[in-house]
């Protein structure tokens, strides 16, 4: 009951909570300064950006685990060009900067705290690394943004990218914003290049666990396509039925390279990660 009460909280009442959380942080900056300076670890985001990636705790593991992923599964090498849609305050760019030493980045966010600080702490140093701001409405990240991510155009040429990251990025849109983006990875990416996405994805596996209340994660809201945890707030965690993911995929282009990896939210012991993740590339033309 208790569970259900959190997640029907109302949105006002969930702006105050962020808005707490994100003063708390900042509260917090000095002694964060301290203790990245006493574990020589000065190169990291302050830890209110860190916090708008997720857990603390796991964000260098996070992103240790995710490149680990790029070059055992997305192939990753170091002389192509990547496009890191999410990107944060850099999280796998601080990964990326020692491996692309022939390859270059980009990375979007509708974040400008931390793009700014991304500008100013790898961009300077790493010319072959660049950051853009998207200013996209997202009722629960970017409330104030000017263009709506259902008609959002990527500011890329056509076939311009080997590699595309969207790492935790679904897991936090609608099904009409998903639908655009994945067209618009569609029209950057290169023939034979790789996507390595990662989502929320329900199936009926999953759907026996959790009747048995193992899912980490109740998507209680929604409907047959798409739900999510929080009543008001559905883009603070998304999740989308799986046939229903692979008919978007399809109908923008897009397919799978290799079998869907299941991740551990739904309790699925062989899980990898915690996020389902999907590796996919271009349709054959004619397909």
Not at 15 to 27: A, D, K, M, S
Not at 133 to 153: F, K, M, Q
Not at 201 to 223: A, H, K, M, Y
Not at 267 to 281: H, K, M, T
Request: net charge positive; proline share 5%; hydrophobic share 40%.
């Amino acid at each position: 009951m208790k569970r259900a009460a959190a997640t029907s909280l109302p949105e006002l009442l969930v702006r105050v909570y962020r808005l707490l959380r994100q003063l708390g942080y900042q509260f917090l900056r000095p002694f964060d300064f301290l203790s990245r300076a006493l574990n020589s670890k000065l190169g990291l985001p302050p830890i209110h950006l860190r916090r708008h990636v997720g857990p603390l705790s796991t964000f260098e593991a996070s992103g240790a685990e995710f490149m680990v992923y790029l070059r055992l599964i997305g192939e990753l090498n170091p002389d192509e060009r990547v496009l890191d849609i999410g990107c944060g305050c850099g999280q796998m760019a601080l990964h990326l900067v020692d491996y692309l030493d022939a390859g270059s980045y980009e990375g979007v966010d509708l974040h400008q705290p931390s793009i700014g600080w991304c500008e100013h702490h790898i961009s300077t140093s790493h010319p072959r690394f660049a950051f853009h701001h998207l200013d996209v409405r997202s009722s629960a990240w970017n409330r104030r943004g000017r263009l709506a991510a259902e008609e959002y155009v990527f500011p890329f040429a056509n076939e311009e990218f080997n590699l595309i990251i969207a790492k935790s990025v679904f897991t936090h849109m609608r099904p009409a914003a998903v639908d655009n983006y994945l067209k618009e990875i569609a029209r950057v990416l290169s023939d034979g290049g790789r996507c390595l996405l990662t989502f929320f994805l329900l199936n009926e596996p999953q759907r026996v666990r959790e009747r048995f209340g193992l899912n980490r994660l109740e998507f209680g809201f929604g409907d047959q396509n798409w739900r999510y945890v929080h009543q008001n707030s559905p883009e603070s965690a998304v999740a989308y039925d799986e046939q229903y993911t692979l008919q978007l995929l399809h109908r923008n282009g897009l397919r799978l390279k290799q079998p869907i990896i299941h991740g551990r939210w739904s309790r699925n012991a062989e899980g990898l990660s915690f996020q389902d993740i999907l590796l996919v590339e271009k349709q054959n033309r004619g397909a």
